[in-house]
């Protein structure tokens, strides 16, 4: 059986049982070997600049999360597995995970339809719709320290200004004290979350929309679909792709979210806010016990891969077609 | 004023990010002894980066520089945060700079441990005797001395003499159920009795660790530390005093999303005369009227109360200061500095200057602020100190006693299970 009849990529090593390749066959494959060397020598210096910087860290973390460890010099009293035991009886940690999906469910529930109705909305012919799309915008924008000390002013019990305005429209028994009422401050959390975000879904959406060719709405008008029914059969299916990457960014956002928290509560009052990444930074910086810091990290990350391999793989697939994580062959 | 225990305590993020990048810089700095000429440079690392102090303490060195042609000092200077991580990896590579700001406690004692501080008792013997007795007890392990004091301080309740007028209280208080009956009275008169940020759980261990420091004592206190122990009855009943206070409702409106120094933090409350009083360390007139209005002459203090029963006294005082170590083998002209520092004419200039109490008595002649005089009395007569819990156990321990106090003022955990969880935290960092 001549090599020359199996498809190229099983010309290994593995196959070298069969008679001595004709000079063609050798000519080849030294051209291929310089091909993939370049290719080598190109993908070098990034891969090891990712390495270092990315994956040695994180398999570093990995290794210290079985460490009893105060963070200088080498990790050296193995604990085996229990720092995570102890993660996962802590009840704030609990806490962290119950608040993190309820903070996911809110942005799916809330957040992204509210930003799909005003991308529909601005996407129609609306008198100074590209004002509007920059308002909208805006705040995304904005970074999340500066907006976290904004709105921690705005909602200071009793004189900041979400309490006056209330107070001027006589809605007083509307307001209370927000931040600092261990019921009251996820939800304005989640208020300053949308107020954040909403823009950005919102851009992604009216981009989708956009994409979206005229002639396919027209032709459901012609075949007599109602404005519901264009919407629901016609838009909403093109749009699918759009509203998975956007799901999936807010859940990762939600999984990693730091800053806001941080700059407004600090995860209080009585870590009523505090979230994943809040609780690490609290034991990893203020604490000094980076061995613990780095189990809730690897868990962080454990549950971020296991979402975003599991997402892509069953939800993003025919986003993705041929990407690495489909695990069909290249060439299909 | 640019206090040390105000800038350890203030600003977050954007100061921290200063002082990172300091941090950065000054790695790039290189060794520290003397050249060849004669000259001998030693490095001195502060975290003075506030005005007027960083500008003081500069011309200080000249002057120092100028009465010691041979002597080059070279200042680093770090802020806070920075400072205390930088002097952590420092720590850990065994090499620490010649002249360095200590704040004592549990931190210098690893440094000591690790054998890396030089010890003064013998060769600042001569001028060190006639310091406040009380500004050198954070430097103090084992008897020796390994720290020359530039500050110190204390807390203690700052009030509204206006608003404890209006709700009929004559005297300050002197006794816990006296001081509860303080609160009772405020809150009928319409007063908020105390401003409290929430959000900075340092705040509230304060009533806890003066609390502790009445009933169990300071023995208890290192004892409790030394065995990994805070469960006794004694800490049990310090959480159920806080408890009575807390079951009173004397914090303003909101407290547990208060700040300590922002607009509408707890100093601001107390400095726009909205809340009559707060728990504070000396700094508290200079915070209050940068964040509020201030109170002028309305503004007293009062050390905090004895609690009858127990085992402390009004007179011990809970506090810390600022002072300076040297790494072990730094030359003798680092003595020289820490002398020149210490002396009458340089803490007369720090007094006027800087805003910081008095640590050589002969200079209290330049202390000339009403409430800073009562702060420095009570330092003086002061018969037992407590550090700072934060600087005087080890990090994870003190931020566990931040957060379960925490936790109790927001009446999430009991007085049993607050004793409990800081016992298990300390049992897990031994």
């Given at each position: 059986m001549a090599s020359t009849f199996l498809p190229d990529k099983r010309t290994g090593p593995e196959t070298d049982l069969s008679p001595p390749p004709t000079s063609a066959a050798r000519g080849r494959r030294r051209r291929r070997a310089r091909h993939w060397l370049t290719a080598v020598g190109f993908q070098v210096p990034a891969l090891v600049l990712f390495g270092v910087l990315v994956l040695l860290p994180i398999l570093f973390a990995v290794y210290a999360a079985f460490f009893r460890w105060g963070g200088f010099g080498m990790p050296?009293?193995?604990?085996?597995?229990?720092?995570?035991?102890?993660?996962?009886?802590?009840?704030v940690f609990l806490g962290d995970l119950w608040r993190c999906f309820l903070l996911v469910a809110l942005s799916l529930v809330l957040q992204l339809p509210f930003a799909l109705a005003l991308a529909v909305a601005l996407n129609q012919r609306v008198r100074g719709r590209a004002v509007y799309r920059m308002l909208f915008f805006a705040p995304y924008v904005l970074s999340?320290?500066?907006?976290?000390?904004?709105?921690?002013?705005?909602?200071?019990?009793?004189?900041?200004?979400?309490?006056?305005?209330?107070?001027?429209?006589?809605?007083?028994?509307?307001?209370?004290?927000?931040?600092?009422?261990?019921?009251?401050?996820?939800?304005?959390?989640?208020?300053?979350?949308?107020?954040?975000?909403?823009?950005?879904?919102?851009?992604?959406?009216?981009?989708?929309?956009?994409?979206?060719?005229?002639?396919?709405?027209?032709?459901?008008?012609?075949?007599?679909?109602?404005?519901?029914?264009?919407?629901?059969?016609?838009?909403?299916?093109?749009?699918?792709?759009?509203?998975?990457?956007?799901?999936?960014?807010?859940?990762?956002?939600?999984?990693?979210?730091?800053?806001?928290?941080?700059?407004?509560?600090?995860?209080?009052?009585?870590?009523?806010?505090?979230?994943?990444?809040?609780?690490?930074?609290?034991?990893?910086?203020?604490?000094?016990?980076?061995?613990?810091?780095?189990?809730?990290?690897?868990?962080?990350?454990?549950?971020?891969?296991?979402?975003?391999?599991?997402?892509?793989?069953?939800?993003?697939?025919?986003?993705?077609?041929?990407?690495?994580?489909?695990?069909?062959?290249?060439g299909k | 004023m640019g206090d040390p225990a105000l800038s350890r305590r203030g600003f977050l993020a954007a100061s921290a990010a200063a002082g990172l990048g300091i941090t950065a810089l000054s790695a790039c700095g290189g060794d520290s002894d003397g050249g060849s000429s004669g000259t001998t440079t030693i490095e001195w690392w502060n975290i003075s980066t506030t005005q007027p102090t960083k500008d003081v303490w500069a011309?200080?060195?000249?002057?120092?520089?100028?009465?010691?042609?041979?002597?080059?000092?070279?200042?680093?200077?770090?802020?806070?945060?920075?400072?205390?991580?930088?002097?952590?990896?420092?720590?850990?590579?065994?090499?620490?700079?010649?002249?360095?700001?200590?704040?004592?406690g549990g931190v210098l004692e690893q440094q000591v441990d690790a054998g890396l501080v030089e010890d003064l008792t013998g060769s600042t013997k001569a001028f060190a005797d006639g310091l406040l007795p009380v500004a050198k007890e954070p430097y103090l392990l084992d008897g020796k001395l390994y720290g020359i004091p530039f500050d110190i301080g204390m807390v203690g309740f700052w009030y509204n003499k206006a608003l404890f007028k209006k709700a009929g209280?004559?005297?300050?208080?002197?006794?816990?159920?006296?001081?509860?009956?303080?609160?009772?009275?405020?809150?009928?008169?319409?007063?908020t009795p105390i401003a409290l940020a929430g959000k900075e759980t340092w705040t509230g261990m304060y009533y806890w660790a003066y609390l502790a420091m009445r009933t169990a004592g300071i023995e208890?206190?290192?004892?409790?530390?030394?065995?990994?122990?805070?469960?006794?009855?004694?800490?049990?009943?310090a959480g159920e005093h806080l408890t009575a206070l807390v079951d009173l409702e004397p914090f303003q409106k909101g407290f547990l999303g208060a700040s300590y120094s922002t607009p509408t933090g707890q100093a601001a409350a107390v400095g726009n005369g909205k809340a009559a009083m707060e728990l504070m360390g000396q700094w508290a007139p200079v915070v209050e009227a940068d964040a509020g209005k201030g109170l002028g002459d309305d503004l007293g203090f009062f050390p905090f109360p004895a609690v009858e029963g127990g085992k402390g006294t009004i007179t011990e005082v809970f506090g810390g200061g600022g002072g300076h170590a040297l790494r072990r083998g730094a030359p003798q002209a680092a003595v020289d500095f820490l002398e020149f520092f210490a002396s009458e004419a340089t803490d007369r200039e720090l007094v006027k200057e800087t805003g910081v109490l008095p640590v050589v008595p002969a200079a209290e002649a330049a202390l000339t602020d009403a409430n800073l005089q009562a702060v420095q009395k009570q330092l003086k007569g002061t018969t037992g100190f407590q550090l700072y819990l934060d600087q005087a156990y080890a990090p994870a321990l003190g931020q566990e006693i931040n957060t379960s106090v925490g936790a109790l003022i927001a009446g999430s955990k009991s007085p049993g299970q607050v004793a409990e969880s800081i016992t298990k935290t300390a049992k897990e960092e031994q």
């Open positions: 050296s009293d193995f604990v085996g597995g229990d720092n995570f035991v102890r993660l996962f009886q802590d009840p999340e320290a500066i907006t976290g000390v904004l709105f921690a002013m705005i909602f200071a019990p009793g004189e900041g200004l979400a309490d006056e305005l209330l107070g001027k429209v006589g809605l007083e028994g509307l307001g209370g004290e927000w931040f600092a009422d261990p019921d009251m401050v996820m939800a304005t959390l989640f208020l300053v979350m949308t107020w954040k975000y909403f823009g950005f879904h919102m851009m992604l959406h009216l981009a989708g929309l956009q994409s979206i060719p005229k002639e396919l709405t027209e032709a459901a008008l012609i075949d007599g679909a109602g404005p519901w029914q264009r919407f629901r059969n016609v838009t909403l299916p093109l749009l699918a792709p759009t509203l998975r990457i956007s799901i999936f960014l807010s859940v990762i956002g939600a999984i990693q979210l730091f800053d806001l928290v941080w700059v407004i509560t600090q995860g209080g009052p009585d870590h009523h806010s505090e979230t994943m990444a809040v609780t690490m930074f609290q034991y990893g910086f203020k604490r000094y016990q980076v061995g613990y810091a780095s189990a809730i990290s690897v868990v962080m990350f454990g549950i971020s891969l296991v979402f975003a391999l599991a997402y892509q793989r069953f939800v993003l697939r025919r986003d993705l077609e041929g990407a690495t994580t489909t695990m069909r062959g290249g | 011309a200080l060195a000249r002057k120092f520089e100028k009465q010691n042609p041979t002597v080059k000092i070279k200042i680093v200077q770090l802020e806070n945060d920075a400072y205390k991580s930088k002097m952590t990896a420092l720590t850990a590579s065994g090499k620490l700079p010649d002249i360095f700001h200590t704040w004592g209280i004559a005297e300050p208080p002197t006794t816990w159920s006296g001081f509860l009956d303080a609160v009772s009275k405020l809150k009928a008169a319409e007063v208890a206190l290192a004892k409790a530390d030394a065995d990994n122990d805070f469960s006794g009855p004694d800490f049990v009943r």
